[in-house]
C-alpha cells in the first residue's frame, strides 16, 4: 500500500462531496478495489452529500451482565466517548454486524454530532428517533429505523480500530463519501487521485447524459469508442467552461 | 405476571401515544423485557402515532384445497369476521410468519377499518394497495407492499389468540404503539407504569436535547451522573410548566 | 397453453395501466397462477403506472477475466445492445438473481431507454443513480439503489430469453404491470382476458370502496353473498355511466 | 374438502412408511397440492422410516416476565402436558417459526415420547442432546442440533391446533411421513388415495430403476410414453409376483 | 481470455482428480479469480473425488400452466434430454437459483448418469432420493436433501447455455473439480496450469504437512520464506522419488 | 461482573468436558445469560468434547490491495502469529462475521494447532481441508466446509481481542465448551459455579433419564415437583455412588 503523501485537505473533500458514490465505486473497480460499498446503509432522507475521514466504533454482541442500562454512567463508556471524541469533519462508522434488530445510536447523540461538526453517520445497524435525525442538516446512513436500545444486542468496545461495515473494511482515516445511493469507503491513499479521475469521468458523464437526453446512442458515446466522441466532448467542455 | 389493576382507558392511550418507540423499548428493557419491538414492520407514511390494544389475527401457511377464492364468500371466514368483530380503538395485529411475498389485507379493508374505529394495523407481512391504505388517516405498520391476495400463502385461522408477529409475543389486549421507527407491544400490566416513566424519560429528554442543541456535551447530562444536572433539570422544567 | 389470438394493442396496455396489480395477481390466482408478481422488487418513486411486454436481459455471475471494465468497449456487449434493441413501449427485465450489492443499470442508460420511448424498467438487482433514475417520466422497480457498477457481479449474457425476476418466470413478450406495490407479470396469452376481468373487479371494488367509506360492512358485500348486492351494484354502475 | 370416509389404520400407516417422500410429494403434486414438504426438516439419523397422525404443538416467541426457568413446574405447560398427551402412534409436530437458535426439545422428553410410543418427532426448529434423541429407535427430524432452552425463544402455547411448520400447514391428524429426505405432510383425508397410487407408483419405479440400472435409456421409459413400457411392466410385475 | 490450446485430456482430469479443492481455489486466486467455489453444495457423502467438463441445465421458475406432471411426457424435455445427452465423462452442473426447496433430480436420473458414465452430479438446488444417489459410484454436490419434484418450482429451460450456479459462473467446459470441501469450477483455459501448479503445491503441502506433524513451526515454513525451507523440501522431494 | 476468583485449572476443564453444552446453557440461562451458544458452529465430527479458555483472532472484510496471496511471506500475520501464541490447552476461536464462502484455517494450520497442544478450534466461518481436520484428534466446529482461501474475503486483524461468534460475546479467557450439539461460552468469572452446578444437573438428569427409560412420566419428575421425587433422587444418588 503506498502510504499517502497528500494530506486529506477540506479542498479534497469539498471535490469528494460533488462526485456521486457510483463514479467513486467505478474509479476504485478500475484500481482492483471491488467491494468498497457499504451494503444495506440507506440515506434517513434524500438529496444529502457527505464526505470526511472514518472516525470508527466497534460493537461486539452484548452480554446481560456487562451491558445493563447504568452502563451509560461511566463517562469512559465507548459509544459516549466516540460521540465526544470524534473529530468535526469526520465520519462516524458504526460495525453493528448488520444487526438492524435495535439502534445504534439516536437522536440525542446524533445532534451531539452535529454540533461538534461531525460530517454525518454511517452504520450497518439501526438508528431510534430515525425522523428526528432526518431533521438535522448533518446526513446519516443506516440500514433502517429501529427503536431498540443499543444494550440489547451491542456492547460498544473499541474506538478508532479498523471495522467491517456492511460487508467492507474501514480503517480509520478512510474517505466516507455518501449520496442517495448510499455510502463508498475510499481507501486514503486512494482519494487524491480517485477524486481527480471521477471529476474527470464526471465531467464526461455529464457530457454523456446531455447528449443522450438530446437523442444520441450509446454506442460509441458511452464509452467513447467512437473516435469522434472524445473530439465532441473536448469541443462540449471547452465550450461550457467558456460560459 | 401481576394482573393489571388500572383500566386501559382513553388517557392512558392517549399518553402512550405521545411517548416514541424508542423511549418505551428502554423503559421495558429497564423492566427486563428486550423483544417488544415488532421486527420488519414498517410505517405506511411517517408522521403517524398510534396506541391501542392488540386484537389478533393468525394465518398458517395456505393449502390449496383449503384457501381458493371462494373462501372469502364464508360469512364467517376469520379475515373477514377481524375486521367486523375487532373493537373500536384497537389495534389489529396480523402474524404471518414475516412472510412479505404476498397481502395480509388491502385497501377495502383498511378503509373499513378506519370507518369502524380502529387504532391501526399491523402486519408483519405484506399489505396490498399500500398507497391507498397509506392515504387513509389510520395509520399501517407492515412489512413491506406486497400485491398477491393472502390465500397464495396465507390461511387465516384464529381470531384473538396469542401471536408471534415480526418476532414478538403478542398477547390479545397487550398494548400497541406506534410511531416513525416502528411499533412496540407493551405487555398490558406493564402499561400505567410505562406510560408515567416514558413521559418522565421524554420530559427529560427534551430538556437534553435543547441543551446538546445549544452545545452542551454528553458526558454528565445522558445519563445525568453530574451533580448539577438534575437540579438544571428541575429547574428548567419549572420554567417550562410556568410558561 | 393457449396461443394468444389476440394482438397486444397499446389500447389493452392503456387498460392495463390503469388495473392495479392487486387486482390483476388475483385475476391470475383465479386462473391458477399464483407465482407471477416480481418479489422485492419496489419503485423509485410512488405514483406511477406502466404496461408493456417484456423485452429481458440475463446476467451471470461475473468472473474476473471475463468482466473487466473495457468490456463495455465492445459495441455488442448484451447490456448495451439491449439498450439500443429494445423496441419502444417494452419494458426492460433484468435477472440479475436477486442480488442488490451492485448496480443493474444507471441514470445514463436509464435515459437513453426514455428517449428510446420505452416504458419503463423492472429488476430484481440494484439501480445506480438511483435518485437520477427516478427524476425521469419513465418509471422503474428495483430491489434497492445500490451504486457498484453491475461488472462486479453480473455478466450480462442473454437479450431476450426467459429469464427469472424476483422469483417469477418472464418470458419475452409477458406483459409487465407496474404500480406502487409493484410489478406483475401477465403471461401473453391471458393478457386480454386479464384486462377484460380485472377492469370489471376494479369497477365493482369501487363500488365497494365507496359503501364502505359510507359505512357499509363486508360481509355480504365483499365478496357479494348478499342477494341485493349484485344488483345494488349495477344500479350504481347504470347511475354512473349516466354521469 | 371430502371428509376422509376410511380410518387411518395401522395398515394404511404401514403402506405409507414404506413409501418415499419423494413419490409422496409427486402423488400430492398430481392432486394440486404443491407446498407439503416440512422446508429444512432433516433427520437426525438415516435409514429411518416414520408414519403417523400428527400432535401439534404451537410455540409462540418467548417473554421474559412469563417464559423463566419455574415454569415447568407447573403440570399443566403446554410442551410437558404435550409429552404425556400425545397418543401412542401419533408424531409430535412443533411449531418453532424455523428458529434454530434454541432447543423445541430433548433427549429426556424424547425418551418419554418413545416409551409412550411415539411414533416420532418433527419440528423446524432445534433439537438438543441431539446425539442422544439420534441413539433412540424412534427417529426425528429437525432444523439441526441447538443446545439453549426452548424458554430463551419459545412459549409453549397450544396443543393439537392447527400450525405452520417448515412452511407447511399441519392440521392435527394430518399423516406426516419421514425418511433420509425428510418428511411430508399429507392431509388426512387423501391418506388412503396416495399410499394405493403412491404404492403403484414406487412398484413402477422399482421397475424403472431395474431396466436403468441394466442400460435402459430415460425416453419412453420414464414416464412411460413408449406403447410397449406398460406391457413390459406388467410382465415384469407378474413375474416379480410370482416369485 | 487465452483460447485454451491444450485439450482436456483423461491425464489431465486425473490429475485433477488428486488435488484438493483447496489448493485449487488458491490457484485461480493467484491469477485473479475469487469467486470458483460453488457455494453451499455440498457432497452426499465424504471420500469422493470428481473432474470432469461441465454440461449444463438452466432452470428458471416453474409457471403452473406450462409445467404440470405432463411435460415430462416431452421426450425433448430439456431435463430428460439433459441425461441422455450428456457426454460421458462430463458433470452435469444445474442452475436452480439456489432453491432448495424442491429437487432438481433424483436417484432414477442419477442412475442413468452413472450407467452413462457421467463424472458426477453438481446442483444449487436439492436433490431427492438423496439416500438412493449417495449409494451410487458416481458422486453428487447439493445444497440438501429434498423431495418435491423440480416442477413445482423449476422450469427446465436451456442445455449447455452458461449458468450461474452457487454464485459462481459456470461455462459448458469449464472443468469441475469435487472433494469432501465441495465444488470448484475451473475455467477451461486454465485447467492446464493449474492442474500443474496445483500438483506442485500439494507436493509442496505434503511435506509441509509431514514437517508440521514432527512438530516443526509454521513461520518460515508455510509458506516457504525461510531460506533452508526449499533446499529441505528439495531434499525431502528427491528422496521420496527415489523410494 | 465478580472477579473471578479461582483458577481455571485443568480439574475445572475436566469437570467441565464431561457436562453437555445443553446443560451448561441452561445453568448460564439460570444466571441471566441467555445470549451463549455459538449459532451455527457445528462439529466437523461427533462424539467429541472440548474445554479451555477462548484465544480469539479476530477477521475484518479483507481488501484487494491489503490481502494478496503474499501477506503469509510476513512471519507477524495474525492468523499464522495466532497459530503460534495461543497457549496450550486454549481454544482458538475466530470472528468470521459467520461467512461461510470462504475458509478460515486449514488442516496444515489446524494440525500445527494440534501439535501445540491447543484444545480445539471455533469459527462461525468455514474450515477447508475440512475432512483432514476431521481425523484429527483436536476437535473443530465451524459453519460448513468451505475450500477458498481466507484472504478472499477475510484480513486478519486481532489477536486476543474481545469477538463475536455465531452471535456471541466472547472475550479472551472466557470458557469454551463443545460437543455434538455445539459450543457454549462461559463466562470466566461463572466458569466455577456452572461446573458446580451443571455436574448437579448432570446428574439429577441421569436419575431422570433412567426413571423415563423405566417408564416412568415426566410431570412431577422433571422438574422434581413431586415431593417424593427428591428422596428418590437421594436414594439413587447413594446407591449409585456406593457401587
Same mark, same amino acid.
Request: hydrophobic share 45%; net charge negative.
Given at each position: 500500500m503506498t502510504i499517502p503523501d497528500l494530506p486529506i485537505t477540506p479542498g479534497l473533500l469539498a471535490a469528494l462531496r460533488k462526485i456521486s458514490t457510483s463514479t467513486l465505486t467505478t474509479q476504485l473497480f478500475k484500481r482492483g478495489?471491488?467491494?468498497?460499498f457499504i451494503q444495506g446503509a440507506r440515506p434517513l432522507k434524500t438529496g444529502q452529500r457527505m464526505a470526511g475521514p472514518a472516525f470508527t466504533l466497534r460493537y461486539i454482541p452484548a452480554r446481560e451482565d456487562l451491558d445493563g442500562? #447504568? =452502563?451509560?454512567?461511566?463517562?469512559?463508556?465507548p459509544q459516549r466517548a466516540a460521540v465526544e471524541q470524534i473529530p468535526a469533519g469526520a465520519v462516524l462508522v458504526m460495525?453493528?454486524?448488520? #444487526? =438492524?434488530?435495535?439502534?445504534?445510536?439516536?437522536s440525542i447523540l446524533a445532534t451531539r454530532l452535529q454540533v461538534r461538526g461531525v460530517a454525518g453517520i454511517v452504520t450497518d445497524g439501526g438508528l431510534r428517533d430515525a425522523a428526528g435525525i432526518a431533521r438535522l442538516a448533518m446526513p446519516a446512513w443506516c440500514a433502517g429505523p429501529s427503536a431498540?436500545?443499543?444494550?440489547i444486542r451491542h456492547h460498544a468496545l473499541d474506538l478508532n480500530a479498523p471495522i467491517g461495515c456492511g460487508g467492507v473494511a474501514v480503517y480509520p482515516g478512510d474517505i466516507m463519501v455518501g449520496d442517495d445511493d448510499g455510502v463508498v469507503c475510499i481507501p486514503a491513499h486512494l482519494a487524491h487521485e480517485v477524486a481527480r479521475d471521477g471529476a474527470e469521468q464526471e465531467c464526461f458523464e455529464d457530457f454523456v447524459l446531455e447528449q443522450v437526453a438530446n437523442?444520441?446512442?450509446?454506442?460509441?458515446?458511452?464509452?467513447?469508442?467512437?473516435?469522434e466522441t472524445r473530439a465532441r466532448f473536448e469541443a462540449w467542455r471547452l465550450a461550457r467552461s467558456a460560459q
Amino acid at each position: 500500500m503506498t502510504i499517502p503523501d497528500l494530506p486529506i485537505t477540506p479542498g479534497l473533500l469539498a471535490a469528494l462531496r460533488k462526485i456521486s458514490t457510483s463514479t467513486l465505486t467505478t474509479q476504485l473497480f478500475k484500481r482492483g478495489l471491488a467491494n468498497v460499498f457499504i451494503q444495506g446503509a440507506r440515506p434517513l432522507k434524500t438529496g444529502q452529500r457527505m464526505a470526511g475521514p472514518a472516525f470508527t466504533l466497534r460493537y461486539i454482541p452484548a452480554r446481560e451482565d456487562l451491558d445493563g442500562i #447504568d =452502563v451509560f454512567r461511566d463517562p469512559n463508556h465507548p459509544q459516549r466517548a466516540a460521540v465526544e471524541q470524534i473529530p468535526a469533519g469526520a465520519v462516524l462508522v458504526m460495525d453493528c454486524r448488520g #444487526d =438492524v434488530s435495535v439502534a445504534s445510536a439516536g437522536s440525542i447523540l446524533a445532534t451531539r454530532l452535529q454540533v461538534r461538526g461531525v460530517a454525518g453517520i454511517v452504520t450497518d445497524g439501526g438508528l431510534r428517533d430515525a425522523a428526528g435525525i432526518a431533521r438535522l442538516a448533518m446526513p446519516a446512513w443506516c440500514a433502517g429505523p429501529s427503536a431498540p436500545t443499543n444494550l440489547i444486542r451491542h456492547h460498544a468496545l473499541d474506538l478508532n480500530a479498523p471495522i467491517g461495515c456492511g460487508g467492507v473494511a474501514v480503517y480509520p482515516g478512510d474517505i466516507m463519501v455518501g449520496d442517495d445511493d448510499g455510502v463508498v469507503c475510499i481507501p486514503a491513499h486512494l482519494a487524491h487521485e480517485v477524486a481527480r479521475d471521477g471529476a474527470e469521468q464526471e465531467c464526461f458523464e455529464d457530457f454523456v447524459l446531455e447528449q443522450v437526453a438530446n437523442g444520441a446512442g450509446i454506442i460509441g458515446l458511452y464509452p467513447p469508442t467512437a473516435p469522434e466522441t472524445r473530439a465532441r466532448f473536448e469541443a462540449w467542455r471547452l465550450a461550457r467552461s467558456a460560459q
